[in-house]
Each structure stands twice: as structure tokens, then as C-alpha cells.
């Protein structure tokens, strides 16, 4: 599978496009003053202790306090707050991290008001971005990604990731970074880590711990709110956690992050720095790449993908309702079981890029077409859970319930990625609403598909405005004839000057309308 990264540059934002055999699978936004992000950890302090929630809000100076719940404390946090004190309060050298005491760790039936009080201060990591009305969620269980690892101050284990599937590769790992972390740090080896020498894992190892410790010694004299140390952009996050083999293009239209990244590949991967492109084209960096279509075909309340099938997506504060419609589709196929099967499948797919795409987290209900075969069923199962492995967020899947609901829980760290579809309607000055106008062709295209797989057509009239006619007839090898040659039925176009800019109908070849 080969992946491309798009990134359109402008003064206020910075879009990222991901995709995977050119289809659009991730889009991030990010905001050019963006203040937090997911793995900033901040100096924090306490504004309030909530006994009842078993939490405190901390100020990291968001303009809602965030929340810090007694769970997400750690088991270290003694430890760790008894080092942040020594370091606030030195007149020298900050102490030696790794002869640093190791307290007992907390209690974890605990209360918050039994380690906590009022306007302490303490370091806290952000684990959510701020999400509508909620402030930032918290955590002081402090980590550090690095590209192959992850540091865990105060910790002690080596943890490898179970996506390496050798035991032997994973007891080579878990062996070699026990013999080179320094004490009083675990660390968690990533997935990426696999098949990597003990050098290279070295250097990366030595530069998190450097990254951490430097930290400490920037602190004196400062008070918080104060940004301890900053996770990277959105871009660099992104490049670390997908970069691998099957990376095969980089393109950006931004000089300056051109360079940045090409920067950052160099240092942890130089064999792919020729991959990164800089764009200098005359069209907008998404159109020229097809990105803006993807876009505007897979946002918004409907999605068609395969056939004349499409979802409807609905969004509420508490979950998200996705629902399976097998549309134009359910003309082509006579068994009903076999189409609603066929559909589900499809759809699988279809909502796990959903999922990636929008980034849609917490409780998601999806209302697949009934089947009858418990067979089917379990291989729906079975196909969400394989389309849904590539998805770096924690999510969880439970099986078909007897309704023939699929609920799906998804980690949700940033608010979900929403862009409106809708355009003004030109034929009555913006007073109604439309579906894009980049997707007319498309749709046009679709039905002809439905029409000709549900009957025996030898040619179809399509009836359009006379701009569309034009559009659809130009050139030598124009759509006509590409549709014709495809479908094998000859079309013909017919333009009408009182048809609505958007209007048409299909009619056969006596001249009767196609419903569809």
C-alpha cells in the first residue's frame, strides 16, 4: 500500500491530506496559533480540588481549567512531584534524576484531596485537546514519544508493543533496551522499532532522556502556567508515527515547511528525504492532487460508495449514528440476503475510513441492512475488526446485536474533523441548497451504472442543461463517448435551456424516463 502526504500551507492553517492508493483516508487541520496539543506537558496549577468527581482542575492557561481526574495521576506522582520541588526550589544544580528517591507509589482506590491541595503546583501532560465546551483532559503520568520508543519517567519496565508479531524479535528488544536505559525510566518500544539496531535505538534513547532533563534545568525562575516541554507540530507528530517503507511521496506547497520537514526526515529517516516535494503549480496544491474532490464527496450527511449504496452519517453530543443504505444497488442483485451482505461488506469499509477521516470518537452505532445468516453476520464481524487494524486510535468493537447494531467505541483526543459540503445553488442565488457541483458529473455517472446493470438499455438520452451538455460532449474522447465505450449502451445528450443549471433526467432509447 503506498501512502502520499498532501499538505496545503495557508496564513491561518496548515491541512493534511493522507492518502493510501490515492484514496482519502486522514485529514487533519491545524491551526497556526494552535495553543495545545495532545503531549505538551505544561507546569500546571491547582484551582480546584472536586472530592465528588475525585478530580482537580488545573490551570495550564486554556481559558477553561482542565481536568485532572485521581486515576490519571500515575502510580509515581509522588516521585515525580517530590523531583519538581527540589528542581523549583534549588539555588544550584537541579539533583541527578537518576539518584533521585523513589517514593511509594499512591494509593490507587485513593482520594484526590489525600495527594493534592489547593494551588499546588505540578507537572501534567496533555492526554485530550479541548473539546467544545470542555477544557483540556490531563494526565501526570508524563511520557515521551520518540519515533521507535517512548520514555516513562519514574518508570522502571520495558514494554513491547504486541503488534510485533516474533517473540523472539520482541525478547531481543525487551532484552537490549533493558541493558541500555538509564535507571529510573521504562520505556515502551513502538512498532516501527522492529528489526532496528542498538545504535540507533541508543541515540534515540540518550536524546528523549536529554530532551526531558534539559527541561528541568530551563525552570528557574518560571511560574505557571509555563509550557514544559512542547510535543512536535502536527506535521512532525504525524511523519513519526506513519513514516515507513510504503511512504512514498511528500508534498507541500510552503517553503519554509518544505525545509522543516525535510529537516526532520533527515534525522529519522535520511533514506526517505528524496521523497519530500516541494509544489509550485498554478492550481490549488488539493485540487491538482484530487484531494478537494475526496473532500467534498465524503463529508456531510450522505456518503455514497459502491453501486448506488451510501450512509447516513448523524452527529449528537452523547454518540454518532451511522446508517447502511443499500439504494440503487438493491435493483441489480435478486436475493436479498446476498445484496444485504454484500452492502454490509462494502460498508465496512467504507466506515472505518469514515472514522479515520472525521475522527470521530467515543460511542459510534452503526445500523447495518438485516441479514438472516448467522454466518454473514460473523464475517461483518470479522471484516470491521481486519478494516479497522490500520486505525491508530484505541477503538473497540462489539458484535452484531439481534437488531443488527454494531456498536463501535473509538478514542477521542481532538474535537472531530467537520467541513460543510453544501454550496449556494446557482440557478436561484443562493436561496436553496445543493449537493457540490464537483460531484454532478460523478452522479450522473453512478445512475447510468445502476441503470445499465438493473436492465437490457441499448442507448440512453441524457436530458441536461445546455452548459453541462457541453461539458460532458467536449473534446475528441469526450465523457460520451468514455461513458458508452464503459458501459456498453450508446448515450447520447440532450440539452435543455430550461432545465435548472444542476437539472437532468435519463430516458431510454423510445424516449421513456428511467426512474432511479
Known amino acids: 500500500m503506498s501512502k502520499e502526504l498532501i499538505i496545503d500551507a495557508s496564513s491561518s492553517d496548515v491541512s493534511i491530506a493522507l492518502l493510501e492508493d490515492k484514496k482519502l483516508v486522514e485529514l487533519n487541520k491545524e491551526k497556526s496559533n494552535l495553543q495545545f496539543a495532545v503531549g505538551d506537558i505544561f507546569l500546571g496549577r491547582i484551582k480546584k480540588l472536586m472530592p465528588g468527581l475525585n478530580a482537580a482542575f488545573v490551570d495550564v492557561g486554556f481559558e477553561k481549567d482542565a481536568f485532572l481526574h485521581y486515576l490519571d495521576l500515575g502510580p509515581q506522582f509522588r516521585s515525580l512531584h517530590k523531583y519538581l520541588e527540589a528542581s523549583l526550589s534549588r539555588k544550584g544544580k537541579i539533583p541527578a534524576f537518576q539518584k533521585a528517591r523513589r517514593e511509594r ?40 514519544a520518540g519515533r521507535n520508543i517512548v520514555l516513562m519517567p519514574f518508570h522502571d519496565k520495558v514494554s513491547v508493543s504486541q503488534k510485533i508479531q516474533s517473540a523472539e524479535e520482541r525478547n531481543r528488544l525487551k532484552t537490549l533496551l533493558q541493558s541500555i536505559k538509564p535507571r529510573g525510566y521504562g520505556v515502551i518500544v513502538r512498532t516501527v522499532a522492529e528489526g532496528k539496531k542498538v545504535k540507533d535505538l541508543d541515540i534515540e534513547l540518550k536524546s528523549l532522556v536529554r530532551k ?18 512542547g510535543e512536535l507540530k502536527r506535521i512532525s507528530a504525524i511523519l513519526r508515527d506513519l513514516l515507513n517503507f510504503t511512504f512514498n511521496s511528500i508534498t507541500v506547497n510552503d517553503e519554509i515547511i518544505y525545509r522543516d520537514i525535510k529537516d526532520y526526515i533527515s534525522t529519522i529517516a535520511p533514506e526517505k528525504e528524496k521523497i519530500v516535494r516541494l509544489y509550485k503549480g498554478h492550481l490549488p496544491i488539493f485540487e491538482h492532487f484530487g ?170 438520452i441524457i436530458k441536461v442543461h445546455p452548459y453541462i451538455a457541453a461539458y460532458i460532449n467536449k473534446g475528441f474522447f469526450a465523457l460520451r463517448i468514455r461513458w458508452s465505450l464503459r458501459f456498453k449502451v450508446w448515450i447520447r445528450t440532450m440539452p435543455v435551456s430550461s432545465f435548472d443549471f444542476l437539472e437532468y433526467h435519463i430516458y431510454d432509447g423510445k424516449g421513456a424516463e428511467i426512474t432511479f
Open 105 to 144: 507509589d499512591i494509593d490507587k482506590d485513593g482520594k484526590i484531596t489525600d495527594v493534592l491541595s489547593q494551588g499546588q503546583t505540578l507537572l501534567v501532560q496533555i492526554a485530550k485537546e479541548p473539546i467544545s465546551t470542555k477544557g483540556p483532559r490531563l494526565t501526570s503520568e508524563i511520557s515521551i
Open 291 to 460: 484531494v478537494e474532490k475526496q473532500i467534498k464527496a465524503s463529508f456531510g450527511r450522505t456518503v455514497s460508495f459502491k453501486n448506488g449504496a451510501y450512509l447516513i452519517i448523524e452527529h449528537t453530543e452523547a454518540l454518532h449514528v451511522i446508517d447502511v443504505n443499500s439504494g440503487n444497488r438493491s435493483k441489480s442483485v435478486t436475493d436479498q440476503e446476498t445484496n444485504a451482505f454484500e452492502t454490509n461488506l462494502a460498508a465496512a469499509e467504507e466506515i472505518a475510513r469514515q472514522l479515520r477521516l472525521r475522527d470521530m470518537g467515543g460511542i459510534i452505532v452503526v445500523d447495518f441492512i438485516d441479514m438472516q445468516v448467522s454466518e454473514h453476520k460473523q464475517k461483518l464481524n470479522e471484516k470491521m475488526k481486519q478494516v479497522m487494524e490500520t486505525d491508530r486510535a484505541k477503538h473497540s468493537i462489539l458484535p452484531l446485536s439481534k437488531f443488527g447494531l454494531m456498536q463501535i467505541t473509538r478514542q477521542r483526543v481532538r474535537p472531530e474533523m467537520h467541513i460543510s459540503t453544501i454550496e449556494k445553488c446557482p440557478a436561484c442565488n443562493g436561496t436553496g441548497e445543493i449537493s457540490p457541483s464537483v460531484l454532478f458529473v460523478d452522479k450522473i455517472e453512478n445512475n447510468i451504472s445502476s441503470i445499465v446493470a438493473a436492465g437490457k438499455y441499448r442507448s440512453l
Open 212 to 229: 526531558w532533563e534539559q527541561a528541568f534545568e530551563n525552570m528557574k525562575g518560571v511560574k505557571p502556567p509555563y509550557l514544559f516541554i
